[in-house]
């Protein structure tokens, strides 16, 4: 449906994140229909503008683009993946942008197009504040030119918002190992204040120290990412830190842990990957070697 010259959009599912990617569609005028369990949860939406659907069936009806942000890929299926909706799904535009699995996306993927929608899978790198502003990052895998036909509205969405590829699992895929990253760093970062709690040193120590020693993790991480795509696994003299050096510093860590009582599992499993490469002759290599000893019951 066109009202004037923007597309009307639905959003299916208005929890905090739907309700910000509502908002600023609403904001950047597109006529936005939504619809929400909870209906009261929609109410700030139709203050803004929105049109609140009555029913599942009527809210897919209402556009051509369907912008889904539920809980899990369990709660879409529910609500969307039946006959009496399928049969609306010939000519849409499904945007997935609840959070999954690759093989979520790519089974997802395979109904719609069956019942002749075109379907983007998308992940939301970023908390509901971001949503509508230039910061805002949207990764979208799927068919290109239903990226492209839309992009002004992604764009209302967020001003880094990018098509990842056309196979429906890769934006899922990339972000379970962008969060795979952030969460080394924050649960070490519970590591780090057990240690310092434990050895009395106050936190805004840590915080001052951290602040320091942050742009030679991240240089680590890039030099990790950089010597992996290019397999350079063997110690060479452009290389940073060997495994050895980390093994012997990791050891005191662990040590100090025990000693302290601090819950040392997850340093356990660090140790377990250079124990593999160890044990196959890879102690003195590179860090990045260890990428290779991350396969498990080969
Ligand atoms: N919040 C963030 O910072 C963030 C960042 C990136 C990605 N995400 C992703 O965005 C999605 C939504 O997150 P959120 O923070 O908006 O969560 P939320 O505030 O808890 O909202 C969850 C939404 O899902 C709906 N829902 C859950 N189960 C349902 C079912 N069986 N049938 C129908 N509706 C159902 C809820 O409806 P009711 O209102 O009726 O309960 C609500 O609209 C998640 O996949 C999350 O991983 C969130």
New binding site residues.
């Given amino acids: 449906m066109e009202w004037g010259m923007k597309s009307s959009i639905t959003v299916?599912?208005?929890?905090?994140?739907?309700?910000?990617l509502a908002g600023s569609l609403l904001q950047a005028g597109y006529p936005t229909t939504v619809w929400?369990?909870?209906?009261q949860?929609t109410d700030p939406l139709a203050k803004l503008g929105a049109i609140v659907a009555p029913s599942i069936d009527e809210a897919v009806h209402a556009s051509e683009i369907v912008i889904v942000?539920?809980?899990?890929y369990?709660?879409?299926e529910?609500?969307l993946r039946n006959d009496a909706i399928g049969s609306a799904m010939r000519g849409k535009v499904i945007v997935e942008?609840?959070?999954?699995t690759p093989s979520g996306a790519r089974e997802a993927a395979e109904w719609y197009t069956r019942r002749g929608a075109s379907y983007l899978d998308g992940?939301?790198?970023?908390?509901?504040d971001y949503i509508g502003t230039d910061a805002g990052t949207i990764l979208l895998a799927g068919p290109r030119a239903a990226f492209d036909t839309h992009g002004n509205v992604f764009r209302a969405l967020g001003g880094n918002v990018q098509h990842v590829g056309e196979e429906p699992g890769r934006a899922n895929a990339l972000?379970s190992a962008l969060l795979a990253l952030m969460w080394g760093a924050l649960f070490g970062t519970l590591h780090a204040i057990a240690v310092c709690q434990s050895e009395e040193i106050e936190l805004d120590e840590l915080a001052r120290q951290w602040s320091a020693t942050a742009p030679v993790v991240d240089g680590l991480v890039a030099d990790l990412i950089k010597r992996t795509s290019a397999g350079r696994f063997v110690s060479d003299n452009e290389t940073l830190s060997s495994i050895s050096i980390h093994q012997g510093s990791m050891q005191h860590l662990m040590e100090l842990m025990r000693s302290r009582k601090i819950d040392g599992s997850v340093i356990d499993g660090y140790d377990a990957i250079i124990k593999r490469a160890t044990a196959a002759g890879h102690l003195h290599d590179d860090f990045a070697a260890l990428s290779q000893f991350l396969a498990v019951g080969k």
């Fill in positions: 299916i599912g208005t929890g905090r994140m739907g309700s910000a929400n369990r909870t209906r949860k942000n539920v809980s899990d369990e709660a879409t529910t609500l942008l609840t959070s999954g992940v939301i790198m970023a908390t509901p972000d």
